[in-house]
């Protein structure tokens, strides 16, 4: 296993642009999730998907948020027009049913930044 | 609504002293994950907890699980300057998606 990769690993951007980051899970794992996680707070549910299906979403993923996970292996999240308020730490994390399906292995995290 | 609350918030430590952290939370579940956060970076996986009365220990760690009390506990022994970060516990929802949701963490600072 190389472990879950995100990228970027910090993105800048000015207010009112548009951002995509990038999840790579373990490979095989079926079960990926996005997390967010501001300054002195923790980790904060945003979506899940298990294989290509999205199944789960928080009602702090508004309309300008959206995930995909096309053919059930990378998934996408991307913020339109992003605000001052969407700066954080933006953590993916994948697991696998047959090892358990409660684990979850988590990547290094995008940094965002709105200006 | 599923709530972990930890306390304290912060904790600053003279080395070689002892303490622990609590988490609480709010409804059954028999699973508790305690993480590692250094400033700037990611989780790191210290103990995965998964029935009551479960206890584990790496190095100057131990964490244990009582699920009947809905409270786990994250001991430090001995502790050192290395351990200083943010520990955060969470606790999976059981509804079927696992998703974790996490306590509010606690950041430890241990003096020399």
């Known amino acids: 296993d190389t472990g879950v990769s995100q990228d970027p690993r910090h993105k800048i951007t000015k207010r009112g642009q548009n951002v995509t980051f990038r999840c790579d899970p373990i490979?095989?794992?079926?079960?990926l999730y996005w997390y967010r996680q501001t300054l002195g707070q923790g980790p904060e549910f945003l979506t899940y998907?298990?294989?290509?299906?999205?199944?789960?979403k928080s009602r702090l993923l508004s309309d300008r948020f959206s995930a995909e996970r096309p053919k059930g292996s990378f998934s996408t999240l991307e913020i339109q027009r992003t605000e001052q308020g969407d700066s954080a730490m933006y953590l993916c994390?994948?697991?696998?049913?047959?090892?358990?399906?409660?684990?979850?292995?988590f990547g290094p995290g995008t940094r965002l930044t709105v200006t | 609504e599923l709530k972990v609350e930890q306390n304290p918030l912060f904790l600053s430590m003279q080395e070689g002293k002892n303490y622990t952290i609590y988490c609480n939370y709010s409804?059954?579940?028999?699973?508790l994950y305690w993480y590692r956060q250094d400033p700037g970076k990611s989780l790191e996986s210290l103990f995965v907890?998964?029935?009551?009365?479960a206890v584990k220990q790496e190095g100057r760690l131990m964490a244990s699980l009582d699920t009947k009390a809905r409270l786990s506990t994250l001991h430090i022994t001995a502790a050192v300057h290395d351990l200083s970060a943010t520990y955060f516990c969470?606790?999976?929802?059981?509804?079927?998606?696992?998703?974790?949701?996490f306590g509010t963490g606690t950041r430890l600072k241990v003096l020399a």
């Open positions: 907890l998964l029935s009551n009365g």
């Open positions: 490979s095989e794992h079926n079960r």
């Open positions: 969470a606790v999976d929802d059981l509804s079927g998606t696992y998703k974790y949701i």
């Open positions: 994390a994948s697991s696998l049913d047959a090892r358990g399906p409660y684990e979850q292995y």
């Open positions: 409804t059954t579940s028999d699973r």
């Open positions: 998907f298990q294989n290509e299906a999205q199944l789960e």
